[in-house]
C-alpha cells in the first residue's frame, strides 16, 4: 500500500482539478454576462482588429 501511496495521491489531485474544470465549465454556462461579452465584437467593429494587424497570418489556417 505505502508504494502506490503516491500514485494514488496523484490520481486525487487530477480527480479535484477535473472537478474545478468542470464546475469552472457548468458557471460559464449561465454566466448572464457571456453574451454581452459575445456582442462587444458586433457592437463595436471599431475596435476589432483587421488583416492588416496581423500581416501573413490566416485566420483558421495552418501552421
Same mark, same amino acid.
Given at each position: 500500500?505505502?508504494? /502506490? @501511496?503516491?500514485?494514488?495521491?496523484? /490520481?486525487? #489531485? =487530477? @480527480?479535484? =482539478? /477535473?472537478? &474545478? $474544470?468542470? #464546475?469552472?465549465?457548468?458557471? +460559464?454556462?449561465?454566466? &448572464?454576462?457571456?453574451?454581452?461579452?459575445?456582442? /462587444? #465584437?458586433?457592437? +463595436?467593429?471599431?475596435?476589432?482588429?483587421?488583416? &492588416?494587424?496581423?500581416? $501573413?497570418?490566416?485566420?483558421?489556417?495552418? =501552421?
Amino acid at each position: 500500500m505505502t508504494a /502506490l @501511496q503516491p500514485e494514488i495521491t496523484a /490520481l486525487v #489531485a =487530477r @480527480q479535484q =482539478r /477535473l472537478v &474545478e $474544470g468542470i #464546475a469552472a465549465e457548468a458557471r +460559464h454556462q449561465v454566466d &448572464e454576462t457571456d453574451d454581452a461579452f459575445a456582442r /462587444l #465584437a458586433c457592437d +463595436h467593429p471599431e475596435k476589432c482588429s483587421c488583416p &492588416e494587424d496581423y500581416p $501573413g497570418w490566416t485566420p483558421g489556417g495552418t =501552421r
